[in-house]
């Protein structure tokens, strides 16, 4: 399923396995309550998940502008490489925040769009 954990002052929210209109409302309700819950920024860390599908990423865009609203940010970490192909071709590059590791800052560097 997703669980939560807390590094420094930020939230990190970790889903895995498919993401789509299935579990769409599950996501959302995750995101509203930490956004009603404390003032901590947001991370949701991407690393397990296989697919991801437009009502996520919509889930994620009005995630972020409600946070914004209240000086809070909500950044994604760790897409997979598909994950982050997404992205790119939706315009949502900005939802990512910066690489957290090696194999994630090889990953946003050395990327071949082409593989699968």
Do not use: Y
């Not at 939230?11 to 003032?39: F, K, N, Y």
């Not at 889930?59 to 897409?79: N, Q, S, Y």
């Amino acid at each position: 399923m997703r669980r939560m954990s807390r590094e420094g002052n930020r939230v990190v929210v970790w889903l895995h396995g498919d993401q789509d209109i299935l579990t769409v409302d599950i996501v959302r309700d995750i995101l509203a309550a930490e956004l009603s819950a404390s003032d901590d920024d947001v991370v949701v860390d991407l690393g397990e998940v296989t697919f991801i599908g437009s009502a996520t990423l919509g889930a994620f865009v009005a995630a972020r502008a409600a946070m914004r609203k209240r000086g809070r940010e909500l950044t994604l970490r760790a897409p997979q490489r598909r994950t982050r192909r997404l992205l790119e071709v939706c315009g949502l590059t900005d939802l990512l925040g910066p690489p957290q590791d090696a194999t994630e800052r090889a990953g946003a560097v050395d990327w071949n769009p082409d593989a699968p």
